[in-house]
């Protein structure tokens, strides 16, 4: 981590968090409480929404997690910091007509969404999002639909093509939204090429995209609903996750891009890893799945906690605690990939605590966690949420957090 604060001081904890764009969010700013001094490992394989668009045009890697997270953890201490964010955190409206014209104001410097952004801001962000706008119009075989379209997304998207970086644009992106310095904000992979998710059933049938694993919308352009009672169970139980060839649509088209080897030294010092709540298959087990994750995890001594999950999904009905902590492993181990790769470590040496929400959906099977190497399970308050379910109560579970840390 940089190192931001005087060598007098104590340093608070550092955590490495594997999470996705949504499931984890909700807590970061409690987080900030505890510490900064947090590496965020997020997937770049998310294919819906706005980020869907800006792929299927310019391609690159999905940025919509990365964004979501660079916000989450973005500056609210001035009034130019809150409207910083409140511009970067803008959708357009979901009428295409409204939402074409509401992005050529903001282009055209013209919306009142700039009040408050002072012009050394304003003309940094503006460049890149003409930039982005440049892009499109390369492309005339393509329109571009507005809809929905995150402001942030634009500007991440136009920085990253810019740069031929994401890291570079992850830099940019998180000195505009003034992130602690010492707040990491990690692609698992960087890369500028675009990556394909893709789902091995257990009854063999193989699924390609994010979106299509987690919440389809079979092929329509609809606004992606990811409410946990949203969609039905898939037909089989999820065997694995992969990376695919983006013209590919089976096993032979699988591919093994590197992990980013800043989320490697990060593994290797932080005090303690987290597996966030959110997506198991879609949202936590693509980063865990590659080459080199598996072998630093399996090493450490240090705290390894679970965040389980409060409600089912469509990737984990009818789960136990205990089957998230296999699926856990067997993504670190490699268990169902290639023979060649795999490694043969007990769930014990990936997990060693689990944090339970209370009154959550999902059994604790105690027996069989104990049976593979977690006895260590903590209750914690939980809240209710119309549209997620139930949820870690926030301050709660970060005390908790710094119970184990600390």
């Known amino acids: 981590m940089a190192e931001c604060r005087s060598s007098s001081t104590v340093e608070p904890p550092s955590l490495l968090v594997f999470s996705g764009g949504t499931g984890f969010n909700g807590v970061v700013e409690e987080l900030k409480k505890l510490t900064t001094r947090v590496a965020h490992v997020l997937p770049v394989s998310d294919d819906g929404g706005s980020t869907a668009e800006i792929v299927r045009v310019l391609g690159g890697p999905a940025v919509g997690d990365i964004r979501s997270r660079c916000l989450r953890l973005s500056d609210e201490s001035t009034s130019e910091a809150l409207a910083v964010r409140r511009l970067l955190g803008h959708r357009l409206p979901i009428d295409a007509h409204q939402a074409k014209k509401d992005w050529y104001d903001i282009v055209e410097g013209n919306h009142s969404l700039w009040d408050g952004v002072s012009r050394p801001y304003s003309e940094t962000i503006r460049a890149f999002l003409i930039y982005f706008q440049n892009e499109i119009l390369r492309r005339p075989n393509e329109r571009f639909c507005f809809s929905n379209g995150s402001i942030g997304n634009f500007f ?121 709540m959110g997506s198991l298959f879609t949202s936590i087990c693509p980063s865990l799945v590659l080459l080199g994750v598996g072998e630093i995890i399996s090493s450490r001594s240090c705290r390894k906690v679970l965040l389980l999950n409060g409600s089912q999904d469509r990737e984990t009905s009818g789960f136990t605690a205990s089957c998230f902590v296999t699926a856990i492993a067997d993504a670190l181990n490699r268990t169902h990939g290639d023979p060649n790769i795999r490694l043969k470590n007990p769930p014990g040496y990936y997990i060693n605590t689990l944090l339970v929400p209370k009154d959550g959906e999902i059994a604790v099977d105690l027996k069989q966690l104990s049976e593979q190497g977690i006895k260590d399970v903590r209750v914690v308050e939980c809240v209710g949420d119309p549209k997620h379910g139930i949820l870690f109560n926030p301050s709660s579970l970060i005390n908790t957090l710094a119970g184990l840390v600390e």
């Open 156 to 276: 991440f998207a136009g920085a990253r093509i810019f740069f031929q970086s994401l890291d570079a644009a992850i830099f940019l992106f998180s000195r505009v939204s003034e992130i602690p310095c010492d707040s990491l904000v990690l692609p698992v992979i960087s890369t500028n090429d675009r990556l394909t998710l893709g789902c091995e059933l257990q009854d063999g049938t193989i699924i390609r995209g994010q979106n299509e694993i987690s919440h389809p919308t079979n092929g329509t352009m609809q606004t992606v609903d990811k409410r946990h009672c949203s969609n039905s169970a898939l037909p089989s139980k999820i065997k694995r996750v992969f990376y695919m060839s983006s013209e590919g649509n089976n096993l032979l088209h699988e591919v093994f891009p590197p992990v980013n080897p800043t989320v490697l030294e990060q593994l290797r010092s932080v005090d303690c890893i987290v597996y966030a």
